[in-house]
């Protein structure tokens, strides 16, 4: 324990000569050669590369950060690399495989990681809310959070799973993304049981609608836009009531956007 300590500090004080937009793009490089290397092999090695992105994820988002973690932000500030590598990982194989696909996949995955390490330096110096760089910064988070959702629901339908298994599953994920968004309202330096009440209560509504649209005769993408849309709307109502920025115009908006989604997804059932 004493010998993994001292490492740490001995790495701490390497990495802080390096200035951080040089350890964004570092890092940012890394992850990205992993993901080109990852298309290269058969979706049977999908175990090792999980595997790989959780833990190369996990320490690059901490040599890139490295000051100021504390207390929940180890999950909070870490988690969404984390998954974005692995739904994007798990949705390049819907695509043909070609470098035709291969390189703008890159590029845009290069991009999305390296927009969410500025995100979590942001979160991590705790900018005051008021000031329009937290806005930002939450704004990208959400986005990224929808796509995963959108991501993941379209590559969890292609595998034709039974409708409890995919309801299962979509609730641990909304679960854990949840945490993270509601967290990213308040950015208190632990999980209130406000924030885990939300996330719960987020993750059973989308766990039932995956469960329920499981039967019906809809387009795999069309149900994960539904998904995706789903999350959106009841995520956005409740970050805004914690917010106390909860107004008709905003529940309006946000139904609004549901709804149109909704009737596009009906509309497409065969």
């Known amino acids: ?12 004080k390497k990495a802080l000569k390096i200035e951080k937009r040089v350890r964004f793009v570092i890092s940012t490089l890394v992850l990205s050669s992993l993901m080109l290397m990852a298309t290269f092999f058969f979706f049977d090695k999908a175990l090792i590369f999980i595997l790989l992105f959780l833990i190369l994820g996990y320490f690059f988002t901490y040599f890139a950060i490295i000051e100021g973690i504390e ?3 180890w999950f909070s500030l870490f988690f969404i690399q984390v998954i974005l590598s692995i739904a994007f990982y798990f949705f390049y194989f819907l695509f043909p495989v070609r470098w035709l696909t ?19 330096n942001i979160f991590n110096v ?30 969890l339908l ?18 854990l993304l949840g945490l993270q968004l509601y967290w ?5 330096s632990s999980l209130e049981r406000e924030i885990n009440f939300y996330a719960v209560l987020t993750s059973l509504v989308l766990a039932e609608l995956m469960v329920v649209f499981s039967f019906t005769a809809v387009r795999s993408t069309i149900l994960s836009l ?23 115009e905003t529940i309006r908006e946000y139904l609004f956007v549901w709804g149109f989604v909704f009737v596009i997804m009906i509309l497409s059932i065969r």
């Open 158 to 175: 292609s595998f034709h799973f039974s409708f409890l298994i995919n309801g299962f599953i979509t609730g641990i994920i909304i679960y």
């Open 126 to 155: 705790k900018v005051e809310k008021s000031l329009q760089l937290y806005r930002a910064a939450f704004s990208v988070n959400f986005f990224f959070q929808t796509l995963v959702v959108f991501l993941l629901s379209n590559s």
């Open 102 to 120: 291969r390189l703008p996949f890159i590029l845009i995955y290069t991009v999305t990681i390296y927009a969410n390490f500025l995100v979590s």
């Open 184 to 188: 990213s309202v308040k950015m208190s």
């Open 1 to 12: 324990m004493k010998r993994l300590k001292n490492f740490l500090n001995f790495f701490n």
């Open 226 to 248: 539904f998904i995706a849309a789903s999350y959106y709307s009841l995520s956005a109502l409740i970050y805004n009531y914690m917010d106390q920025r909860l107004f008709k």
């Open 71 to 73: 207390g929940v932000e």
